[in-house]
């Protein structure tokens, strides 16, 4: 019984209470304890019971999600999902949101977010290779979005720049849905031989528990019940004291450390130190291993004068790592720390009770069952109820409003759809970030996906096979109909993908959404598992980690449902690979798919109408499925020179981005009887616009025709100008103007 | 000919650096930071990255670092010395090169491609016909290159000027052309004796094709020719 911080019975609940617990939960933790829980208790079970840490309102809709395959070695439940992509290397990854701390403070809130999911990733024995940043903001009219969004990306670069790991990839879009609360979902990729995959998992009674990198201060206290698991109200700034700081030059030698560490087998477990901080890595690996944890808090190095016993377990200072050796490896593993400038301490020891021991000095001030902390939180059944606005939005028909027609008003409105900052060049970001380093990036940022190599120019092995990576998810069409959108948000993750000559292995996914105690939202939440889950099943492709973001909300009003998808394919030979822009005058552009009349939630409603309603276009999985299997063999026989899909803005956007990003002009037809503006930018899904040389058409049409897939030569590539039909005909060098400074000139109030 | 590349705290291109050498045919090996033996290597380069977090200034405690010493010492025996990005400023910090860099006009990181113009320099490391235009990338937030008006005018005199930013014609345009703002769009310098060289783009990325480019390979080969001819 922990004696000195010993609660009187009536003031335990509402402690409890005043700390994210509800009162049946207290009354959980009553009955696993017998008797009243301390102050280090409350504050433990409270964030370990947080849904940002339990999955408690979540848990039981993710286990619609295929988890397993051939290739998965490490599914969901650690660090993160490790797949096998073959010659005995393994990739790790993993997506995770930072949202509410970086709508606080933007720049840390980024840049932690980047440390933290790093850290997963080279905690599974992984070198990090790269990383990849899905953002939402509101529009950029509005000072503070300009402020937030700039921040968050000079956060990420600061950040991942720093570290040595390329930023490869992402996306971004602005919508007022996300005005008072901005997502930054990080995305990280790790790179390991199998045989050094690594789990947090504490074993071997008598070993010792070693604490390795920053001191811990009063920074991040509570960042995943106050943050992470409420909404956001007008108190949001009082909680800047809540998002923690991070130190990227420490962290880069905590990898440095580690994975030296690692290689030379010195470490039983390795576990990092996130959301919950000590509490949370030091109970995890317990209860995974089924053994218990003795800590001394006393031992842990701190940067602040007279720390409690809660504030030390709960801190979420970064770059902290916890490490589990034996005795006998100590002043090994003690050795390669000291190397790399690197504090290390030992703070406690394994048991064989299973229970989770915190003492300060010789008082114990907690003491319960490991495995309560990190598996007993209460699992709820939350309410659904299909949310009325749906009935409202869908029954809108966009094919009922005045559309533009004529080549002038269409041509001026490709440069107004192109110049839309949730279409236009990305430039301006991505090149605030280190894409290159590690030497593997072979298709930069800017095609629709990056394109990695696997090897490890510090092992000195490279190989001829790579990895292509895309984000997705369209928020716009989750709002409309999340069942659908989350399909989407799959399906052009895979296209992407597919377009980059890779074949979809596995997904990670960042689930964000608003309050799931509201029926409504729930009712979304559930909508998009559901639409996921049933693509993946589709697809054969299993998720193998990710993270749901609750609570997104300002004002009692919540974003978009926003499922994003991170997906990595595998390019069994880099010389297959396939990037977008147009490469030769006079190849034949080929449209694969048919576009049909979809505008609903479409960017063209949007920039044009100002109006985000209507039934978000359909998506047929077989079909999708049809079309990335042609694209697979097609891109193998070596005929296919570019690969685009059609996605916001439909193929008008589509041919003009391949347009500029080859420096080259075309003559086109929409391939479409629809009236031009439909035909222009509809968002049809399944459809990917191709060229190859003229000779090669035959061949690819035959190709398309066994997949049954809708195969049109549309016209030739060439000229300085865009003609598309007699729809649009507009100039290389407007095109780019309206494509590529739109981000930049947008951030400075322009 | 052995390439040594040092490690500091917080260097993270040393890998791309041994592995460039390695693409290339030749040998490369990694020197601790805080090592002092510089022997069996033929050439030292000091990599990009944030040598202890370029806190402070950039590569302001790296120049303290025990290996600097000997850096000193070898460059002084004329060895080729590079520092490329974060070892450039290293060497401007140790006062191996002139000058310093500061933070990138527009106060941005900038990672892209960049056209390089080789000027007639005393740089005994490239054997490149003046005009020569390289594509090659650079990667800092600090690449702002700035020295006193005296300091720049002796440079031009000596020959210490190597690379300037510049257009993708060799010109280099009105106002400039440096992306990150530096000083007569300076990208690379070398002392006076020329065996000191050091430059903000990354040659090590662009030497394998696969990775964009072969401009880089131009400086490991001049290295290596040159200490082949003189032996």
């Given at each position: 019984m922990p004696t000195p911080e010993t609660l009187p019975a009536d003031l335990a609940p509402k402690l409890a209470v005043e700390l994210g617990l509800k009162l049946d939960e207290y009354e959980k933790v009553v009955a696993i304890l017998g008797r009243v829980p301390s102050v280090t208790e409350l504050y433990m079970y409270s964030l370990m019971w947080s849904e940002h840490c339990s999955y408690k309102h979540s848990r039981k809709a993710l286990k619609m999600f295929p988890t397993a395959g051939d290739h998965v070695l490490q599914g969901p439940g650690e660090n993160a999902g490790v797949i096998s992509v073959g010659d005995g290397w393994a990739v790790a990854f993993k997506m995770e949101s930072h949202n509410h701390p970086s709508a606080i403070e933007p720049y840390q809130g980024a840049a932690t977010g980047v440390g933290g999911i790093i850290r997963d990733i080279f905690t599974m024995g992984a070198r990090p290779i790269a990383s990849l940043d899905s953002l939402r903001f509101g529009t950029l009219d509005e000072p503070r979005q300009r402020y937030l969004f700039e921040g968050a990306v000079a956060g990420i670069g600061g950040y991942g720049n720093c570290l040595g790991v390329p930023t490869v990839g992402g996306e971004v879009y602005f919508d007022k849905a996300y005005e008072g609360n901005c997502l930054i979902n990080a995305m990280a990729i790790g790179l390991m031989r199998e045989e050094n995959l690594t789990r947090a998992v504490a074993a071997g009674v008598g070993n010792l528990v070693l604490l390795i990198g920053s001191t811990t201060g009063r920074d991040g206290i509570g960042g995943a019940s106050t943050l992470a698991s409420q909404e956001f109200d007008e108190k949001a700034e009082d909680k800047r004291p809540s998002v923690q700081v991070g130190d990227p030059f420490e962290e880069k030698l905590l990898i440095e450390a580690c994975l030296e560490l690692l290689d030379a087998k010195l470490l039983v477990a390795l576990g990092d130190l996130g959301a919950a901080g000590l509490t949370s890595s030091a109970s995890e690996m317990a209860s995974r291993g089924g053994v218990g944890l003795d800590i001394d808090v006393t031992k842990v190095p701190q940067r602040e004068e007279a720390m409690k016993p809660f504030e030390i377990m709960v801190s979420e200072s970064q770059e902290r790592m916890l490490a589990i050796v034996t005795p006998e490896d100590l002043a090994a593993a003690q050795a390669v720390c000291a190397k790399w400038g690197l504090r290390s301490t030992v703070i406690g020891e394994v048991t064989g009770t299973g229970r989770f021991v915190v003492r300060e000095g010789d008082v114990v001030v907690a003491d319960m069952p490991a495995a309560t902390l990190a598996h007993d939180a209460p699992v709820y059944d939350p309410a659904m109820e299909r949310p009325a606005y749906l009935d409202e939005v869908q029954s809108f028909d966009p094919l009922a409003l005045p559309h533009p027609t004529g080549r002038d008003a269409l041509s001026a409105t490709l440069l107004e759809v192109l110049a839309s900052p949730n279409i236009c060049s990305r430039k301006w970001i991505w090149e605030q970030y280190d894409h290159q380093v590690m030497l593997n990036t072979v298709v930069l940022p800017g095609s629709d996906a990056a394109v990695l190599r696997i090897g490890d120019t510090g092992r000195g092995e490279m190989t001829g096979v790579g990895i292509a990576v895309s984000t997705d998810c369209n928020g716009r069409y989750c709002y409309l109909d999340p069942y659908v959108g989350a399909q989407i948000a799959f399906a052009e993750a895979a296209r992407n993908v597919a377009c980059s000559g890779a074949r979809p292995a596995a997904i990670t996914d960042c689930l964000n959404f608003g309050n799931p105690e509201k029926p409504e939202v729930f009712w979304t939440f559930h909508e998009s598992v559901r639409g996921l889950a049933d693509a993946c099943t589709a697809f054969g492709v299993p998720v193998i980690s990710g993270n749901v973001s609750f609570y997104n909300e300002s004002f009692g009003q919540p974003i978009y449902p926003t499922p994003t998808v991170g997906l990595v394919g595998i390019v069994n030979d880099l010389d297959d690979r396939c990037t977008m822009e147009f490469k030769n005058d006079g190849d034949a552009v080929v449209l694969l798919g048919r576009t049909k009349a979809e505008l609903g939630g479409s960017e063209y409603l949007a920039v044009m109408h100002g109006m985000v309603a209507g039934k978000p276009p359909a998506l047929d999985l077989v079909d999708e499925r049809r079309l990335h299997e042609l694209l697979a063999n097609a891109i193998l026989t070596g005929i296919i020179r570019s690969a685009h899909d059609c996605s916001g803005g439909g193929i008008a956007v589509a041919l003009a981005e391949s347009c500029v990003a080859g420096g080259r002009g075309a003559t086109v037809t929409?391939?479409?009887?629809?009236a031009d503006a439909v035909a222009l930018f509809s968002e049809t899904q399944s459809r990917v616009v191709v060229t190859v040389a003229p000779d090669h058409y035959d061949a690819l049409k035959r190709l398309a025709a066994t997949h049954g897939i809708p195969c049109e030569n549309i016209g030739r590539v060439g000229g300085d100008r865009l003609r598309i039909g007699d729809a649009v005909d507009v100039s290389l060098a407007d095109l780019r103007d309206a494509y590529e400074p739109t981000l930049e000139r947008l951030v400075h109030g322009g | 000919m052995r390439f040594g590349v040092v490690i500091f705290p917080g260097s993270n291109c040393e890998q791309d650096v041994v592995h460039a050498a390695g693409h290339l045919g030749y040998e490369a090996g990694y020197i601790w930071h805080g090592d002092t033996d510089l022997s069996g290597y033929d050439a030292i380069v000091l990599p990009g990255g944030f040598s202890y977090g370029d806190y402070i200034r950039c590569g302001a405690v790296a120049r303290f670092s025990p290996v600097m010493s000997e850096v000193v010492r070898f460059a002084e025996a004329g060895g080729p010395v590079i520092g490329i990005c974060n070892g450039f400023q290293i060497l401007t910090e140790a006062h191996l090169l002139p000058g310093a860099l500061l933070r990138n006009r527009g106060l941005k990181f900038i990672c892209k491609t960049a056209d390089l113009r080789v000027e007639e320099s005393a740089c005994q490391w490239l054997d490149l016909a003046p005009g020569t235009v390289l594509r090659i990338p650079i990667n800092h937030n600090e690449g702002n290159y700035i020295c006193d008006e005296e300091t720049l005018a002796r440079m031009e005199a000596n020959g210490q000027i190597v690379l300037r930013y510049c257009e993708a014609d060799g010109s280099r345009a009105e106002g400039g052309s440096a992306p990150n703002g530096a000083l007569d769009d300076i990208a690379g310098i070398c002392n006076e004796r020329g065996n000191v060289f050091g430059l903000m783009p990354h040659p090590e990325r662009v030497v394998d094709p696969l990775s964009g480019g072969t401009d880089g390979a131009h400086i490991f080969e001049g290295i290596v020719r040159r200490i082949a001819e003189v032996g």
């Open positions: 929409t391939g479409s009887d629809l | -």
